[in-house]
């Protein structure tokens, strides 16, 4: 996510990256070797010699030319470090989750409150081509209210995860992206019943999750980390004049929007990917200084106490109270 992300600032004119830190990839005479990630790419990035290069994240913290610091980092380490960059007065933006657990995840907002440096949990499906969208769609229904939807994000395991895989599994790192997105278009849910299989090591690598919202609409999720290869994301919403399906695997013409009495249409996506679309949100919001609206510190915090939610229900079989 590193390379992604290093890849996404490149890219954006208003970005300048001045610094990199690691404490196991380092360039190799100027250049960061590739790695299979979300975005397969297999060219390394030349940085330059005017880029610096730290093991230490106490030295990035300390050039006083570093602004913004993007923690694409172990989510065990997000808490400490976003709460030291924010109090060297430096901006956040952090991968998902914001922190292992809400608790850690209100400490480092309780930080944000109080530090001159702004903070933006990199939720990348808030900014995806197919879905950001929806949230118009939601709010000013032009097909009619959502009467039901449905999200599925389904992968491989992950080979960075390792033998003893990733703490908290497919829960907390791929299906609270949908977690949260059930958020951002409808709200907090009243309530979540999960079910799920758990790992020898007591992950959660599969959840199924109704999300209850009182008087409407249906709305469901699957995660996993049991597929035996590859990855697949899709949604499809039913409003009440037509209905609304995304599906990966249709490339260029994933989004198809179906209507009463019309024949199909596909809507061509404007941008390959949500990465760099949140990157240039975030850096622009930086340099205009205002603060993240389409994603908000409160908006991390609340995606991890919707996944503790749907673990409570997983382990004890009931629905949980989100009240």
Known sequence: ????????????????????????????????????????????????????VFRQFADLLADPGVEVIDLCTPTSLHSEQAIAALRAGKHVLCEKPLARTSA??????????????MLMPAMCMRFWPGW??????????PYGRVLAARFRRVSEMPRWTGSRGHPGGALFDLHIHDSDFVNFLFGRPAGVFSSGVTSAEGE??????????????VVYAEGSWLLAGGFHMSHTLHCERAT??????????????????RDLRVLQLNGADGYGAEVRYF???????????????RDGVAALEICEAEEASIRTGRPVSLS
């Open 1 to 52: 996510m590193g390379m992604t992300h290093l890849r996404a600032h490149l890219d954006n004119p208003a970005s300048r990256v001045i610094a990199v830190c690691g404490a196991s990839r380092m360039p190799v005479d100027g250049v960061l070797s590739s790695v299979a990630g979300n975005i397969k790419q297999s060219d390394g990035i030349r940085l330059g010699s005017e880029v610096q």
């Open 104 to 117: 850690e995840a209100r400490d480092i907002l309780k930080v944000a409150e109080t530090s001159p440096g």
């Open 132 to 141: 950001a969208w929806l949230r118009q769609v939601v709010k000013e229904q």
């Open 204 to 217: 959660i690598n599969h959840v199924v999750t109704q999300y209850d919202f009182p008087g409407g609409p």
């Open 244 to 261: 609304l399906d995304f599906d990966l695997a249709r490339g260029a013409e994933a989004l198809h929007v179906l209507e009463e009495g």
């Open 283 to 297: 850096v622009d919001c930086v340099a205009n200084g205002q603060s993240p609206q389409i994603v908000t510190p």
